[in-house]
């Protein structure tokens, strides 16, 4: 199913000698994963059903960190870096939309288990009251921001891990990033993950999930699926042309 062209990539790729693609790419991705992300978490929160509890002691030894806030955002550099870099020829579109598909595809489980297995992150209530109020600076980031349009639920594992991972491991195939360039990727991958747990965000549980489920779903559904992207299936279903980017 991820290893076939979808139909949905045609506008797509008719857009591919502009930057046109790269905003068709994040319209698709906010389309397909931030909207949906977003009413399973209020239709989840709503039942405010919780199946298990995932705590461990790492959970209670690591503290609330405010400003790491800013590390958890993070995140969102990584959609458009892989969209970004994906415009560079039509063999790398072609396996970016490959790899999209293997994304989509894993993202769309990992809500299946966010409705079957809802967990609340009840670890919220370590932050302190005026801050989960929206008192002071990290007050207005944490309780009238995030706290208000992102509920305690979506938990396990991490989309935030696994996604990221995903798409750090992506830039490293395509060797966006080298030598000091991708230790410093790795360096603010690895930050990322600690701030789930320092923004109350989410369980160590959590976490290793969302490395689990990366590790395994570009093993063996985001490779696979880019070394289709060169056979004549693909090739037929996007043609090369004389390619220039503009």
């Known amino acids: 199913m991820f290893k076939r ?15 046109k693609l790269f905003w068709y790419t994040l319209v698709t991705l ?9 009413a399973i978490n209020q239709i989840v929160g709503y039942f405010d059903r919780s199946v298990f509890d995932p705590i461990t002691p790492v959970d209670t030894f690591v503290p609330f960190i405010g400003w ?4 958890y955002i993070s995140l969102y550099l990584y959609y458009p870096a892989a969209a970004w870099f994906g415009r560079d020829s039509e063999p790398r579109i ?17 809500f299946i288990i966010f409705i079957l297995f809802p967990t609340e992150i009840y670890l919220r209530e370590d932050i302190p009251t005026s801050v ?8 207005f980031w944490y309780g009238d921001l995030m706290h208000k349009t992102d509920l305690p639920y979506n938990a396990w594992p991490s989309l935030h891990v ?3 991972l ?6 490293r195939e395509w060797k966006i990033v080298e030598g000091w360039k ?14 789930v747990m320092t923004t109350k965000q989410h369980f160590f549980f959590d976490l290793i999930s969302g490395v689990i489920t990366g590790l395994v779903c570009w093993r063996y559904m985001c490779i696979p699926a880019m070394k289709e992207a060169s056979n004549e299936e693909w090739i037929k279903a996007f043609p090369d042309s004389d390619y220039s980017e503009s």
């Open 94 to 110: 072609r396996e970016m939309f490959a790899f999209y598909q293997a994304l989509f595809v894993i993202t769309w489980c990992v």
């Open 162 to 164: 696994t996604q990221s």
């Open 132 to 139: 989960r109020n929206g008192e002071g600076f990290w007050g």
């Open 166 to 171: 995903m798409i750090v491991l992506l830039l």
């Open 30 to 38: 906010f389309l397909s994963m931030a909207l949906p992300y977003s």
């Open 5 to 19: 062209p979808w139909r949905i990539w045609q506008p797509h790729w008719r857009q591919r000698q502009n930057r």
């Open 68 to 71: 790491t806030f800013v590390i």
């Open 182 to 195: 991708e230790v410093g990727l790795w360096t603010a991958w690895v930050l990322l993950c600690i701030s």
